[in-house]
C-alpha cells in the first residue's frame, strides 16, 4: 500500500540553523512522484518541488535542497541557514498512478518552529 | 490572478445542520480535490473529480457530498450524517489526474460545530 511517512511532528530550531526534514515513502509502483509542500499560517499549501522516480538527482533551490535516495525510499528536505519566514508546517506527498489515475498522499507533516 | 478560492473562510455550523463550503478556480484544471485535514493527521482525501459532471469517493467520503456542474467550481457539502466535521478543509486542482503534475491549493475553511 502507499505511504508517506514524516515521523518528526515538530522540529525548533534557532535561526540560522541547518535543518533536515525526513521523509519516508512506501509504493509498489516503479513510477511516481514526490512532492513537498510548505502550509504557512494562512494555511494556503505552497508548492516547493516535485520529483520523479527515476531521477534520483540531488537538488538545490537556494536554501533549500531535496535529498532522493531511492534505495532507501527516502525524499529529505534540508534547509540552510534557517530564518524566521520558514516557520511552516511541511508535507511530503507521493503520486503514483493507477489505471491512469494520479492521486496524492500525504505524510502528516513535520511543524518547524525557527525561533529568532 | 489565476488560483483557487475558497470560501468562507470561517464556517460555524450547529449540529444537524447542512453545510457548503464553496471551492472555485480559475487556472483551467480538469481535476478537483477535496480534503480533511485534522492535527497529526496530515490530508485525507474526500472527494475528487477528474473532469466535470463526474466525481469519485476518496479515503473518508462518509457524511460528505459534491458536485461538478461546472470546470470551475467543486462544492462540497458537509451533512448532519458527518459525525465529526470540526477541520480545516482544503480545496486543490492540477491540470489533469492523467498527467503527474503538482496540485494547486486554496487557503482552505475552518469548519466549526457549534
Known amino acids: 500500500a502507499q505511504k508517506v511517512t514524516q515521523a518528526q511532528t515538530e522540529i525548533s530550531v534557532v535561526e540560522k540553523e541547518d535543518v533536515t526534514l525526513d521523509c519516508v515513502y512506501e509504493?509498489?509502483?516503479?513510477?511516481?512522484?514526490l512532492f513537498w509542500y510548505k502550509q504557512p499560517p494562512s494555511g494556503e499549501l505552497v508548492f516547493l518541488i516535485r520529483?520523479?522516480?527515476?531521477?534520483?538527482q540531488n537538488e538545490i533551490s537556494g536554501r533549500y535542497s531535496w535529498n532522493f535516495q531511492k534505495s532507501t525510499s527516502s525524499f529529505n528536505f534540508t534547509i540552510t541557514a534557517s530564518q524566521v519566514v520558514d516557520s511552516a508546517v511541511y508535507f511530503c506527498?507521493?503520486?503514483?498512478?493507477?489505471?491512469?489515475?494520479?492521486?496524492?498522499?500525504f505524510g502528516t507533516g513535520t511543524r518547524l518552529k525557527v525561533l529568532a | 490572478d489565476g488560483g483557487i478560492t475558497q470560501s468562507p473562510k470561517y464556517l460555524f455550523r450547529k449540529e444537524g445542520q447542512n453545510v457548503t463550503l464553496s471551492c472555485e478556480q480559475n487556472?483551467?484544471?480538469?481535476?478537483m480535490y477535496w480534503y480533511r485535514q485534522d492535527p497529526g493527521q496530515g490530508l485525507r482525501l474526500i472527494y475528487y473529480?477528474?473532469?466535470?459532471?463526474?466525481?469519485q469517493k476518496g479515503d473518508i467520503a462518509e457524511g460528505y457530498s459534491v458536485s461538478r456542474e461546472k470546470k470551475e467550481s467543486f462544492p462540497l457539502t458537509v451533512t448532519s450524517a458527518q459525525k465529526n466535521p470540526t477541520a480545516f478543509y482544503l480545496c486543490?486542482?492540477?491540470?489533469?489526474?492523467?498527467?503527474?503534475?503538482?496540485?494547486?491549493f486554496g487557503q482552505g475553511t475552518r469548519l466549526t460545530v457549534v
Open positions: 473529480s477528474q473532469i466535470v459532471n463526474d466525481f
Open positions: 487556472l483551467n484544471h480538469d481535476a
Open positions: 486543490a486542482s492540477s491540470i489533469s489526474q492523467a498527467v503527474n503534475t503538482e496540485a494547486f
Open positions: 520529483r520523479n522516480s527515476f531521477d534520483e
Open positions: 509504493t509498489r509502483d516503479t513510477t511516481y512522484y
Open positions: 506527498a507521493l503520486s503514483e498512478g493507477t489505471s491512469g489515475t494520479y492521486k496524492y498522499i
